[in-house]
Each structure stands twice: as C-alpha cells, then as structure tokens.
C-alpha cells in the first residue's frame, strides 16, 4: 500500500524556474496539505484542500499555486522560483479535519 | 495565535536510556495533541495523541499525558533502542482543525 507518495525527493532549480511538486494518495481522503518546512523551524501550512475543485490559503501561500482536478492528486506549482523557498516540502492528507496525517517522504528542493 | 514549542536537539542518548523530549504549546480552548515521528529518507509518522486533559497517549514505549495545567506533552521512553533514532515533532490541532507542529528533535541512540 502506497499511501501518499511525493515526487520528486531532490531538485535544484535556478532563480525564476518553475517546477510542478507531485503528490498522490491512494486513500481516498478528502484531505490533502502541502507544508515547508525550513530549518530550524516547525512545517508551515501552504495550502491545503478539502476535495477535490476545493482549495484553500494556509499560513505561507505567496508564490505557490495549487490545483485539485482529482480525489488523489495534489500538485503544487511553483512559478517564480527565489532562494526563500528553499526548503523540505511535504505532502500530507487525512480522512477528516480532526484525524490524524499521512505524510509523504518529503521534496528537499534548493533554489540557487 | 496558538503555536508549539519543542526542545531543541539534537539528543544523543546510549541503548536504554531514560529519553523526556519537551513540548509545550500556546491555544485557546482544548486542542488535541501529538507526537509524530520521522524516520530516516520516511514521512512523518503518528506516534501518539490525547484528545483531553490527563489523557495519555502511548505506543511502542512512548508515553505522553496531556497537562493542561503546565500546557504540556513531554515525551517519554523508559529504555530507548537504536532503532528509535530519529526526529521527533510535537504538534496540536486546535479547534478550527488547524494542526500546528514544533520544530522537531533529532533523537540519536547510540549501542
């Protein structure tokens, strides 16, 4: 059983290249998170999802996109990439609000 | 705003260690409260939760009880094996369903 995967685990992206993160779940939770988490620091929320066509703002959104066509699918977009968004990405989902999370193994991306 | 604070690592320990990791936490009302766990090259894992105050969270040796009087979940094993080195996060999820994690602590436990 997969659970949730992410792709890809390591990227290296040059200042103002765009790149898509992948997640996946097999599931069938309606809850989907994206987190970063920098150094020395607890993961931050993105954006998080409630279905699929359904999302939402967390605590640090600027220069991300998110879209939702699908139960299982939850990418994140970056557009612009700057060096402030270095960091470890994770993906997570839950059956309900108030359950527990299922995190992917995580993106480390750097942006140089 | 409500907000998770964990001590800070990293935390090296011999085989059969006493292990206390430290967590505190600021929220309005009763928030439920976790402890998860990440392995190496692995996503975070549950490792324990309390829903209520004096409740007790336990799993593989771990223990937790929620305080509501200190606003605590402290950690605790009684012997630690190698195989629990890894980093460990505090978090709450308060009553608007919006989790809050620590910042982690790298467990090292050493033969």
């Known amino acids: 059983n997969a659970g949730v995967t992410q792709t890809p685990k390591f990227r290296i992206l040059k200042i103002g290249q765009s790149m898509t993160l992948q997640c996946a779940q097999d599931m069938n939770h309606n809850y989907m998170y994206w987190y970063r988490q920098d150094p020395g620091m607890g993961l931050k929320l993105i954006y998080y999802?409630?279905?699929?066509?359904?999302?939402d703002k967390g605590e640090v959104p600027n220069g991300y996109n998110v879209s939702r066509s699908t139960t299982e699918d939850f990418p994140l977009r970056l557009e612009l990439a700057a060096p402030s968004q270095t960091s470890v990405y994770f993906c997570?989902?839950?059956?309900?609000?108030?359950?527990?999370?299922?995190f992917g193994s995580g993106t480390q991306l750097s942006v140089l | 705003g409500d907000s998770v604070t964990q001590m800070e690592g990293p935390v090296t320990l011999s085989e059969e260690a006493f292990l206390t990791i430290n967590c505190t936490y600021t929220a309005t009302g009763y928030p439920s409260l976790f402890w998860y766990v990440q392995y190496p090259g692995e996503g975070l894992q549950l490792l324990l939760k309390?829903?209520?105050?004096?409740d007790k969270g336990s799993n593989k040796g771990f223990e937790a009880t929620y305080r509501k009087e200190t606003t605590s979940f402290h950690l605790e094993k009684g012997s630690v094996q190698v195989s629990d080195s890894a980093v460990y996060f505090c978090a709450l999820l308060n009553t608007g369903n919006q989790f809050y994690f620590g910042t982690g602590t790298s467990l090292t436990v050493i033969p």
């Open positions: 309390a829903t209520k105050a004096d």
């Open positions: 997570a989902s839950s059956w309900s609000p108030n359950e527990k999370l299922f």
């Open positions: 999802s409630v279905g699929a066509g359904i999302t």
